[in-house]
C-alpha cells in the first residue's frame, strides 16, 4: 500500500482530515493511490526531523485511509483531504523509492466496530468524557467547539468517542500514538479521559493566570487612558505637561544661573519628566523648581555708597536721634573707604516706636538696597530660619531664602527684628542657625534645607533691632555693632509729631494740610493725656485716629476745616485716658515712687509698704523675682541693724508683719534697682511718716545701707518726668550717666545722688525720723530738716 510517513500529525479512523503535503516522496505516494483508486496507509514518523525515514524512523501502528480531495498550492506543496478508515499495523517497507511502499495489516476487525463492550465501564467512561469534553470546549473554544460535542454525544461508541477526542484536541505526539496504539476501545477512551483531566487542568490554570495578566493589565491600561485624558485637556487648556519640561529647561539655562545650581536644577527637572502628572511628588518637585528659579542667585541691584546722600536720607526722615545718626554715617564711612569689608551687622536696640525699624528702612533707601524684613519674635525652631526638607509635605524654604526671594536681589538690606525675643527649644536652636547666617565666613554657603544648593549671603545687609541686649544670645551679640536709641522726651514727641507724623498721617487719610488745624498745645496734651510710651506709636495711631475723626466730619459737611486745640481734644478723641501728676504727688505713709527699666523703657514703679501685728513675717507680692526678693530681706535686716536710730522700735520684728505689694501684680518685676525703694516704704509703714510724693528714687541696697549704682537711668528719669516726677534719688555712681540725659529732662528734674541709705530717707521722707528716746538718749533728729540736699549728715551707730 502506497504509504505517507506524517510529521507531527496523527490521524484517526472515521475522521477528516486535512494537511498540506511537501515532500516529494509523500506526493507521490498520494498522488499513486489517487490514480489507482487505493487507500494509503498513513503512519507518524517518531523523529519529525527526519526527511527520508526508513521503517524504524515509524511507529507500528497507522490508519489506513481513503484520499478524498487534492488542492495544489502555489509552490510545490499540495493541499490533501484524507478520511481514516481502520487501524493497521505496519509490517514491513517494501519500497521506499519514488515512494514509500509498505506492507500492512488490519489492527481491528474492520473498519468499523460494533460497540459490544457496552457495559457500565463503558458507560462510566462515555459520561466522564463527555464532561471533560465540555469542559474542555469552555476552556478552549478555538480549538473545540459546541458542534463537536455534538457529534460525540451522538455516538454510543467509546472507541470513535476516544478517536473524536484525539483527533481535536491538541495534545503531544507521543499522547496522540498511544490513542491510536490502543487498540481496545474503552481502555482507549480512559486513557484519553486521563489525557483530557491532565489538558483541562492546565488550561484551567492558564486561564487562571490570564486573569490574573488580564487584570493587571486593565488597572494599566486604565490609567494610561486617564492620563492620556489629562494630557489632551491640558493641551486644550494650553498647559501642555511637555511643554513644561521644556519651559523649564529653557528657563535654567536662560537664567544663567551658578553651575551647580543649573546641574542639579537639570536634574531635577528630568525628575519631573518622570513623574506620572498630578503626582504628589510631581507637584513637590514643581514647586521647588518655582522656587529656585525665583531666588536672585546672580541678581543684584547697584549699591550707592554715600555719606552725604545717606545724611540727606536719615535727615529727611527723623528728627533728632543725632547720636544715632552719627554712629549709622560712621558705619557708612567705613564702607565707602572699604567697600569689600563685609560682615558688619548693625543691631538697633531701644524701646518700642523709638524708629527703629525707620532707621533701617532709611539706610536701605540711602544705600539703594532693597529691603526685606524678617520678624524672628517667638521663632524657636530652626527650620523657620533654615527651612524643611523638600520631603516634607507642605515644605518651604526657611524666612532667611523667603525674604532673600521677596527682595529679589542677592544684596539687599535684611532686617532682623526682635532678635531679642529669639527661643529656643526641642526642635533646635534657631540662634545656631542665625549664627551661621550672620558669620562672614560661613554665610557665603549658606544651606538652606528646602534649597539643598549653597546660596551665597555674603552681599546681604543684616540690620537686627532688639529692645534689649540682655537676652540676645552672647554670640549673636557678639558679632554685631550694637546702636542705641533712647525714649523721647515730651518735647522731642511733640517736635516729631509737627514735622512727620502728622503729615504722614494727613497724606494717609487723603487730608489736606489746610484741613486741620493742631495746635502745639493740642499735640502736647495729645502726648501727655493719651498716650505714655517711650516711642512714638501710640502718639501715631492717636494721630491717626484724630485724623479718621475729621475725615469724617469734613465728608459729613459738620465744618470745612478742623481746629483742634488742648481744649477741645476730647471732642475728638474722646475722654483723656491718663491723668498725670494726680495720685503720684500725694505724700502718704509706706507708698514710694521706685523707677524700673524695662525692655520697653523706662516706668514708674510704686511700693506699698503695711505694718501689721503678726509674728515678724516679710510678707512679699506683686510677682516679684528672686533678685527682688531678696533685695527686700537685705533691707528688713538693714532696718532691723539700725532700728534705734530710725525711731523704731528695737524689736519691732517679733510683733509686726511687713507686707511690701507692687501693684500691677500681673506684670513680672525683678532686679536690685528697687532696693532704695523697698526700704524707705518699710521705713516709712514702721516710723509712720509720709514719703514725699513728688520724689523717685532708683537704686541697690547693700546690708550695711550702702547704695550701689544701677542701669538705664535716662530711661528711667524721662518716665520720672512723664509722671510728673520732680526729684529723683539717684546712687552717687551713676551720677556720671547724667551726661547722657537730655538736656530738657535735666533741666526738669532734680537729681540727688546718694551713696548711703540714710541720705535717700533724709530727702524721701516728709520729716527726718527721730532716733527712740529711751536707747539713744534723747530726740536727736537723725538728719538735720534743712538738709533735704546731697550732703545729709549721716550718723554713725
Ligand atoms: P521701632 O522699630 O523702634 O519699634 P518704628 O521704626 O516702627 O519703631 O517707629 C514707629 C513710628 O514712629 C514710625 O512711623 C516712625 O517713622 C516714627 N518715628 C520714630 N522715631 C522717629 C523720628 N525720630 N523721626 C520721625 N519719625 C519717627
Avoid at 228 to 251: C, K, M, S
Avoid at 496 to 506: D, E, G, V
Wanted: glycine fraction near 6%; charge should be negative; hydrophobic fraction near 40%.
Amino acid at each position: 500500500m502506497p504509504t505517507l510517513a506524517l510529521r507531527g500529525l496523527t490521524i484517526y479512523p472515521k475522521m477528516m482530515v486535512h494537511f498540506d503535503v511537501g515532500r516529494e516522496a509523500s506526493i507521490k505516494a498520494i498522488e499513486e493511490a489517487m490514480s489507482s483508486n487505493t487507500s494509503i496507509f498513513l503512519v507518524a514518523q517518531k523523529d519529525i526531523r527526519v526527511e527520508v525515514p526508513d521503517r524504524n524512523h515509524l511507529f507500528d501502528i497507522g490508519t489506513v485511509s481513503t484520499v478524498r480531495q487534492i488542492l495544489r498550492l502555489p509552490g510545490k506543496t499540495i493541499r490533501v483531504m484524507v478520511e481514516g478508515e481502520y487501524r493497521a499495523r505496519l509490517h514491513d517497507l517494501v519500497q521506499t523509492e519514488p515512494y514509500l511502499v509498505a506492507q500492512v495489516e488490519p489492527a481491528e476487525h474492520g473498519p468499523a466496530y460494533e460497540g459490544k463492550s457496552n457495559s457500565l465501564r463503558a458507560e462510566a467512561a462515555i459520561r466522564q468524557a463527555y464532561e471533560l469534553f465540555d469542559r474542555y470546549c469552555e476552556l478552549s473554544p478555538k480549538s473545540a467547539s459546541a458542534e463537536m460535542l455534538m457529534n460525540i454525544m451522538s455516538s454510543e461508541d467509546p472507541g470513535y468517542i476516544a478517536d473524536f477526542i484525539a483527533q481535536n484536541v491538541s495534545m503531544r505526539v507521543l499522547d496522540k500514538q498511544s490513542i491510536l496504539d490502543e487498540l481496545r476501545p474503552v481502555q482507549r477512551l480512559n486513557k484519553i479521559n486521563r489525557l483530557l483531566h491532565r489538558e483541562v487542568e492546565i488550561l484551567e490554570m492558564e486561564q487562571n493566570i490570564q486573569r490574573r495578566v488580564q487584570e493587571n493589565m486593565t488597572q494599566n491600561q486604565k490609567d494610561a487612558f486617564l492620563r492620556e485624558q489629562v494630557r489632551v485637556i491640558q493641551e486644550e487648556l494650553g498647559e501642555d505637561g511637555d511643554n513644561e519640561i521644556t519651559a523649564y529647561r529653557r528657563q535654567i539655562m536662560e537664567a544663567k544661573l551658578p553651575e551647580e545650581v543649573t546641574n542639579k536644577l537639570l536634574k531635577e527637572v528630568t525628575h519631573l519628566e518622570k513623574q506620572p502628572f498630578g503626582s504628589a511628588e510631581s507637584s513637590v518637585l514643581r514647586n521647588y523648581l518655582d522656587v529656585c528659579l525665583e531666588l536672585p542667585w546672580t541678581k543684584t541691584s547697584k549699591e550707592r555708597v554715600s555719606v552725604s546722600a545717606a545724611r540727606k536720607i536719615l535727615d529727611a526722615d527723623h528728627y533728632g536721634l543725632e547720636k544715632v545718626k552719627e554712629r549709622v554715617l560712621e558705619f557708612l564711612a567705613v564702607k565707602q573707604l572699604a567697600p569689600d569689608l563685609k560682615g558688619q551687622i548693625l543691631c538697633l536696640v531701644g524701646p518700642p516706636g523709638v524708629g527703629k525699624t525707620s532707621i533701617a528702612m532709611s539706610v536701605a533707601r540711602a544705600l539703594n538696597r532693597k529691603l526685606a524684613r524678617i520678624s524672628l519674635g517667638g521663632v524657636h525652631d530652626e527650620a523657620d530660619i533654615r527651612g524643611h526638607r523638600k520631603t516634607y509635605v507642605g515644605a518651604m524654604p526657611g524666612r532667611i531664602i523667603n525674604a532673600i526671594r521677596q527682595a529679589g536681589t542677592k544684596n539687599p538690606l535684611l532686617l532682623l527684628d526682635e532678635i531679642d525675643k529669639l527661643g529656643s527649644d526641642l526642635r533646635g536652636d534657631p540662634a545656631a542657625a542665625l549664627l551661621e547666617v550672620l558669620d562672614s565666613e560661613q554665610n557665603s554657603t549658606f544651606r538652606d534645607h528646602f534649597v539643598e544648593l549653597p546660596f551665597d549671603l555674603s552681599d546681604v545687609l543684616f540690620v537686627t533691632t532688639a529692645n534689649t541686649t540682655s537676652t540676645i544670645p552672647r554670640p549673636l551679640l557678639d558679632r554685631m555693632e550694637v546702636i542705641e536709641l533712647s525714649s523721647y522726651t515730651d518735647e522731642e514727641k511733640l517736635q516729631i509729631a509737627k514735622q512727620h507724623l502728622l503729615p504722614k498721617q494727613l497724606k494717609r487719610h487723603g487730608l489736606k494740610k489746610s484741613q486741620v488745624k493742631l495746635t502745639d498745645d493740642a499735640i502736647r496734651e495729645l502726648i501727655v493725656s493719651y498716650t505714655r510710651e517711650s516711642g512714638v506709636r501710640v502718639l501715631e495711631r492717636e494721630l491717626g485716629a484724630l485724623c479718621r475723626k475729621v475725615a469724617m466730619g469734613i465728608v459729613s459737611e459738620e465744618y470745612k476745616q478742623a481746629h483742634v486745640t488742648g481744649d477741645n481734644l476730647e471732642q475728638f478723641l474722646g475722654p483723656r485716658k491718663f491723668h498725670p501728676e494726680k495720685n503720684g504727688l500725694e505724700n502718704q505713709v509706706g507708698l514710694v515712687n521706685g523707677l524700673a527699666w524695662t525692655a520697653v523703657g523706662g516706668t514708674l514703679l510704686e511700693a506699698e509698704a503695711n505694718v501689721i501685728p503678726g509674728s515678724g513675717k516679710v510678707e512679699l507680692t506683686g510677682n516679684l523675682g528672686n533678685v527682688m526678693k531678696e533685695s527686700a530681706r537685705a533691707a528688713f535686716t538693714y532696718i532691723r541693724s539700725r532700728a534705734v536710730q530710725l525711731g523704731i522700735e528695737a524689736n519691732f520684728y517679733k510683733e509686726k508683719d511687713i507686707h511690701v505689694h507692687f501693684p500691677e501684680g500681673a506684670v513680672p518685676k525683678d532686679g536690685p534697682s528697687a532696693g532704695v525703694t523697698i526700704t524707705t516704704a518699710m521705713v516709712s509703714a514702721l516710723t509712720g511718716i509720709p514719703v514725699r510724693g513728688d520724689v523717685a528714687m532708683t537704686g541697690e541696697v547693700t546690708l550695711r545701707g550702702r547704695v550701689l549704682p544701677i542701669g538705664g537711668l535716662r530711661e528711667k528719669s524721662m518716665a520720672a518726668l512723664r509722671n510728673g516726677i520732680h526729684t529723683v534719688i539717684i546712687p552717687k555712681d551713676n551720677e556720671p550717666d547724667l551726661e547722657e540725659i537730655d538736656q530738657t529732662v535735666r533741666s526738669a528734674l532734680q537729681f540727688i545722688p546718694v551713696d548711703h541709705v540714710d541720705q535717700v530717707l533724709a530727702n524721701a521722707l516728709e520729716r527726718p525720723p527721730l532716733a527712740q528716746p529711751d536707747q539713744a538718749g534723747g530726740q536727736v533728729p537723725v538728719v538735720s530738716p534743712e538738709t533735704g540736699s546731697t550732703h545729709a549728715t549721716i550718723p554713725q551707730a
